[in-house]
Nanobody, 127 residues
Framework: QLQLVESGGGLVQPGGSLRLSCAAS????????IAWFRQAPGKEREGVSY????????KYADSVKGRFTISRDDAKKKVYLQMNSLKAEDTGIYYC????????????????????WGQGTQVTVSS
């Protein structure tokens, strides 16, 4: 059974960095696009970043462009989110999401475009 497991969250000061990982068990990621979402306290879950399959093209929310980098290592069945210059508003639970149906999503940052979700990892940016 497919499972996605996020890790790498924690407490970091503003301006600091974290690298999140999303690991897939019993499943190969090679052919499927993956996204990172986050949910801040009291807010709806929002798309943060997305990466396609073979070409590895990426998309980012405007709020994280230039600070976050998504990457994938299909051999290791992992996707990463490198987060630099973190701000307090980056605080939230971060989820990875996998799409296995059809081709690329019509709208990458919509939750309904994805079929599997991890349990999330907490990121707290605070001094």
């Amino acid at each position: 059974q497919l499972q996605l497991v996020e890790s790498g969250g924690g407490l970091v000061q503003p301006g600091g960095s974290l690298r999140l990982s999303c690991a897939a068990s019993e499943f190969t990621l090679d052919y499927y696009p993956i996204a990172w979402f986050r949910q801040a306290p009291g807010k709806e879950r929002e798309g943060v970043s997305y990466i396609t399959t073979i070409s590895g093209s990426t998309k980012y929310a405007d709020s994280v462009k230039g600070r976050f980098t998504i990457s994938r290592d299909d051999a290791k069945k992992k996707v990463y989110l490198q987060m630099n210059s973190l701000k307090a508003e980056d605080t939230g639970i971060y989820y990875c999401a996998l799409r296995v149906r059809g081709r690329r999503p019509t709208t990458w940052d919509k939750e309904l475009e994805y079929d599997y979700w991890g349990q999330g990892t907490q990121v707290t940016v605070s001094s």
